[in-house]
């Protein structure tokens, strides 16, 4: 299952209680996917985290596990609720109480990749949906919760780095000097899915590599961050977005000059939040 599905790199030993997860870096687009869109290759992977996993492919080396989708995030997006069901995408779903994702057409099956393009001529059966969720969500988000019970066993927190890239023109929009806009944004949902000490040391250590980080602004998080991140219970989840014109060509989906520099970057930051010990009884009393 895991061949076809996802990827998890473990370590030889775990020497930390983090995990590394990479939800939208898939690239297996199946040839029938492809010749159910209207759209082409590459419209499609406009909305993929491309090379994500590979900026944060340090992770096993330093003894905390990577975890990767392979199935693209055009075809099912894990970082959504199985409930997100788009009425006007899929057969058979009612319109009620639509989330502002939902409703621009990037549920749990996306109706449309960036800039609004949208994937399909028609409708998807509901029976599709439910397969694609069956096929590829459950078990991602299975091996998620293993990996992460497994850290939270061994060291007794959790904390999950779910990695993600971001458009720069979403950067741009912000209305920030150029000079100022944040390479890395990191999200907790406003303190919800993470200890406060845990996001302080993690934001620490992509600022001690050079890289200007901000906090919840564009993105605080979303499905991953809010179902796995319950700090009360010795779980964290923060959310990770890159840069993507920091190590890619944007237009054509390639990596540029940058990509290597950047990687090596990120591997010390990896090093860095290896080296993350939580003592849950401290975390409790806060």
Same mark, same amino acid.
């Given at each position: 299952?895991?061949?076809?599905?996802?990827?998890?790199?473990?370590?030889?030993?775990?020497?930390?209680?983090?995990?590394?997860?990479?939800?939208?870096?898939?690239?297996?687009?199946?040839?029938?996917?492809?010749?159910?869109?209207?759209?082409?290759?590459?419209?499609?992977?406009?909305?993929?985290?491309?090379?994500?996993?590979?900026?944060?492919?340090?992770?096993?080396?330093?003894?905390?596990?990577?975890?990767?989708?392979?199935?693209?995030?055009?075809?099912?997006?894990?970082?959504?609720?199985?409930?997100?069901?788009?009425?006007?995408?899929?057969?058979?779903?009612?319109?009620?109480?639509?989330?502002?994702?939902?409703?621009?057409?990037?549920?749990?099956?996306?109706?449309?990749?960036?800039?609004?393009?949208?994937?399909?001529?028609?409708?998807?059966?509901?029976?599709?949906?439910?397969?694609?969720?069956?096929?590829?969500?459950?078990?991602?988000? =299975?091996?998620?919760?293993?990996?992460?019970?497994?850290? =939270?066993?061994?060291?007794?927190?959790?904390?999950?780095?779910?990695?993600?890239?971001?458009?720069?023109?979403?950067? =741009?929009?912000?209305?920030?000097?150029?000079?100022?806009?944040?390479?890395?944004?990191?999200?907790?949902?406003?303190?919800?899915? =993470?200890?406060?000490?845990?996001?302080?040391?993690?934001?620490?250590?992509?600022?001690?590599?050079?890289?200007?980080?901000?906090?919840?602004?564009?993105?605080?998080?979303? +499905?991953?961050?809010?179902?796995?991140?319950?700090?009360?219970?010795?779980?964290?989840?923060?959310?990770?977005?890159?840069?993507?014109?920091? +190590?890619?060509?944007?237009?054509?989906?390639?990596?540029?000059?940058?990509?290597?520099?950047?990687?090596?970057?990120?591997?010390?930051?990896?090093?860095?939040?290896?080296?993350?010990?939580?003592?849950?009884?401290?975390?409790?009393?806060?």
């Amino acid at each position: 299952m895991s061949d076809t599905v996802f990827s998890l790199e473990m370590p030889q030993e775990l020497s930390a209680g983090v995990v590394f997860a990479s939800p939208h870096s898939g690239s297996a687009y199946s040839a029938a996917f492809l010749a159910r869109s209207v759209l082409d290759p590459l419209q499609l992977r406009s909305s993929e985290d491309a090379f994500v996993h590979e900026l944060f492919s340090a992770a096993p080396r330093f003894g905390m596990p990577l975890l990767r989708a392979l199935a693209p995030r055009a075809y099912l997006d894990l970082n959504r609720s199985t409930e997100e069901l788009d009425p006007a995408l899929i057969e058979g779903v009612t319109k009620r109480n639509q989330n502002p994702r939902v409703a621009s057409g990037l549920g749990v099956v996306p109706r449309v990749v960036a800039h609004g393009r949208a994937i399909y001529r028609g409708k998807i059966s509901q029976a599709e949906a439910n397969r694609r969720i069956e096929t590829y969500w459950r078990p991602y988000h =299975a091996a998620l919760q293993q990996v992460l019970d497994d850290a =939270a066993s061994a060291f007794g927190q959790a904390v999950l780095i779910d990695c993600h890239s971001m458009p720069h023109e979403a950067l =741009a929009a912000s209305g920030r000097r150029p000079a100022g806009l944040p390479e890395v944004v990191l999200g907790d949902r406003f303190g919800a899915a =993470a200890h406060s000490d845990v996001m302080d040391r993690v934001e620490q250590a992509f600022v001690d590599a050079g890289l200007r980080v901000a906090r919840n602004a564009p993105f605080a998080g979303a +499905y991953i961050t809010q179902a796995y991140g319950r700090p009360s219970r010795g779980q964290h989840a923060i959310q990770v977005e890159i840069d993507r014109s920091l +190590y890619m060509d944007e237009v054509r989906i390639r990596k540029n000059a940058n990509f290597e520099s950047l990687q090596t970057v990120l591997s010390d930051v990896v090093a860095d939040i290896a080296k993350l010990r939580l003592d849950p009884l401290a975390l409790a009393a806060e």
